[in-house]
């Protein structure tokens, strides 16, 4: 049985749940053979489908965000289209969150974690010779067409422990470009860098987020699993002298995180490499902070995202507050570390003071970069549902008016027009941008040339055109 996976938007930080699903099934079932096709923005689809094809796959996998999902479900198509007989099985948190979106191209998804359930359908493959219809009602954590309708079976319990779950079968990546010298963790210096995840999940459930509807609860790889996977790495490539911790969050668990320098101090493997973490403001103190700093964590990520109290609390819950973030911010600097800040504007009931606040916020703190986003609606999050009933978003939408990837699309949807209007938003998005600007590195030649390897020469060449007429004006 052979699968090729196809991640839709190649980026810096490649698509480890491809990885995970490969490692999961080849330990049980030697004879799967596994693939993985990377796409830039804007590649011809149907160029694409004939490069995935070409390597004569029986189930074509493909996880879905809802960003670029809108490609996706084209592309499901155009795969059928071409070999009306493969198999296409989507997975990832898009599927998950919006079951009933599942495309006319595409035979089944897996909802949530995917491990378990990919396996029993390779399984199923490789002892029938396919997927039988009437057996896919009993296979727990999918949707699937039944004729004109779509069934949804049981959600799938969690694997556990999580250390069960196999390191990542990096064979399937292009090892070589991934850990090339890159500007990685954003910062104005080339690394060579790669990524590592020792969770899944979040111990909280911020309104804005898809984590909690993929993963369910967190759950933590033990102290000794995430240093093993650190030294295997290391090992493997020697090159390597970053790694971008990508858990949702890295430090929600204090006692793992005492563990985990102990060891990496102990086997001296924080010599020569460098880290970056997702943090969290209100976890944030002094012990946490030289804990990190031990390590050679260079720069923590947070997503502050408002400067203003009332927005914070309804995108946060109310777990954290203005002060942590201003204090986060203040201590991280102070220790000697990066900080990367993450906003956001136009969440529904955001006022101009709002957001004047939170440009404020990124003027005034030091951040060794800084990312701005237009608050979007994602499904199976608060905030999805909040919209949902205003009118705002629905299940059978235009999935490019959620495209946040795309920095420049025109179809970004704006979900706050009663409070600020969009002319006036576009303003101050643009004001915020620039605030943001002042603290990002500024890419050289050799950093623009390195786009051409994330996106299509179409788009690379638009983008270039845009960026020549805003400096021209």
Request: charged share 25%; net charge neutral; glycine share 8%.
């Amino acid at each position: 049985m052979r699968v090729t996976f196809v991640n839709m938007r190649r980026e810096m930080y490649p698509l480890l749940g491809a990885c995970y699903m490969s490692a999961y099934v080849k330990q049980t079932l030697a004879s799967v053979e596994t693939s993985l096709v990377e796409l830039v923005v804007n590649e011809d689809l149907h160029a694409a489908a004939r490069k995935i094809l070409a390597l004569d796959p029986d189930v074509v996998g493909i996880t879905t965000f809802t960003v670029g999902y809108y490609d996706t479900m084209a592309l499901c198509g155009i795969l059928k289209s071409i070999k009306p007989d493969v198999q296409v099985w989507l997975g990832g948190a898009h599927i998950t969150s919006v079951p009933h979106t599942l495309p006319t191209g595409a035979d089944l998804g897996i909802i949530g974690e995917g491990e378990e359930t990919f396996l029993e359908l390779c399984r199923l493959w490789e002892n029938e010779g396919g997927i039988p219809a009437n057996s896919l009602s009993e296979i727990k954590g999918i949707c699937y067409r039944d004729g004109s309708d779509i069934r949804v079976t049981e959600r799938r319990g969690l694997i556990s422990p999580l250390d069960s779950i196999p390191p990542p079968d990096l064979s399937i990546l292009d090892m070589d470009w991934y850990i090339k010298e890159k500007k990685f963790f954003l910062l104005n210096r080339y690394l060579r860098g790669f990524v590592l995840l020792t969770s899944r999940g979040c111990p909280y459930d911020c309104r804005f987020c898809q984590a909690a509807v993929q993963w369910g609860k967190c759950r933590y790889n033990s102290a000794e699993r995430v240093v093993s996977e650190i030294e295997a790495l290391r090992r493997k490539y020697r090159k390597i002298n970053a790694i971008n911790i990508i858990d949702d969050l890295f430090i929600g668990s204090i006692k793992r995180l005492r563990e985990i320098v102990r060891l990496i101090r102990e086997k001296k493997l924080h010599d020569g490499i460098v880290f970056n973490i997702n943090g969290r403001a209100n976890l944030i103190n002094e012990e946490v902070l030289e804990l990190l700093k031990s390590i050679n964590v260079i720069q923590i990520s947070y997503g502050f995202e408002s400067a203003s109290e009332r927005v914070l609390s309804y995108l946060k819950g109310g777990t954290v507050t203005v002060e942590h973030n201003f204090r986060a911010a203040e201590l991280t600097n102070g220790i000697g570390m990066g900080v990367g800040g993450q906003f956001m504007l136009g969440t529904p009931g955001e006022t101009e003071q709002d957001i004047l606040s939170t440009i404020d916020f990124i003027r005034r703190n030091p951040m060794s970069h800084a990312h701005l986003s237009v608050t979007t609606p994602l499904p199976g999050t608060v905030l999805w549902q909040d919209c949902k009933q205003k009118g705002l978003v629905s299940d059978d939408m235009d999935w490019r008016k959620l495209d946040f990837g795309l920095p420049d699309n025109p179809s970004l949807i704006y979900v706050n027009d009663d409070s600020v209007p969009k002319e006036k938003f576009t303003t101050f998005v643009k004001d915020a941008q620039e605030a943001c600007a002042r603290w990002n590195p500024k890419p050289t030649i050799r950093d623009y040339l390195g786009y051409l390897e994330l996106m299509s020469l179409r788009e690379f060449i638009r983008k270039g055109a845009r960026k020549l007429l805003r400096l021209l004006k």
